[in-house]
Nanobody, 125 residues
Framework: QVQLVESGGALVQRGESLTLTCTAAGFQFGGPAVGWFRQAPGLEREGVACIHTGDNITYYKDVAEGRFTISKDAAKNTVYLRMTDLRTVDPTVYYC??????????????????WGPGTQVTVSS
């Protein structure tokens, strides 16, 4: 059974950094892409960054703005999202997801088949 669990969410001050972890189970790295999405209350879920677990190719959406870095550790079945210079406008819940879709780099949420429950990030001023 596929399982994705996010961790690392916290309350941080504006300008600080934070690393989120997505721990995966039930599938092997090498085939799918794993991505990070985020969602603020009342807004649609949006893609942040994704990585192909086989060839390590990464894609970033504009919201990453050069502040976020995605990486993976295949030995630990984990994918990380390093976030720097966090701002109060950065949405609160971050999700990781998995897909085998060919056009995964577009990060259209409906094409991602498995999701974690999310982890909350709050940035205070």
């Amino acid at each position: 059974q596929v399982q994705l669990v996010e961790s690392g969410g916290a309350l941080v001050q504006r300008g600080e950094s934070l690393t989120l972890t997505c721990t995966a189970a039930g599938f092997q790295f090498g085939g799918p892409a794993v991505g990070w999405f985020r969602q603020a209350p009342g807004l649609e879920r949006e893609g942040v960054a994704c990585i192909h677990t086989g060839d390590n190719i990464t894609y970033y959406k504009d919201v990453a703005e050069g502040r976020f870095t995605i990486s993976k550790d295949a030995a630990k079945n984990t994918v990380y999202l390093r976030m720097t210079d966090l701002r109060t406008v950065d949405p609160t819940v971050y999700y990781c997801a998995k897909t085998y879709a060919g056009s995964y780099w577009n990060m259209v949420p409906r094409r991602w088949t498995d999701w974690g429950p999310g982890t909350q990030v709050t940035v205070s001023s």
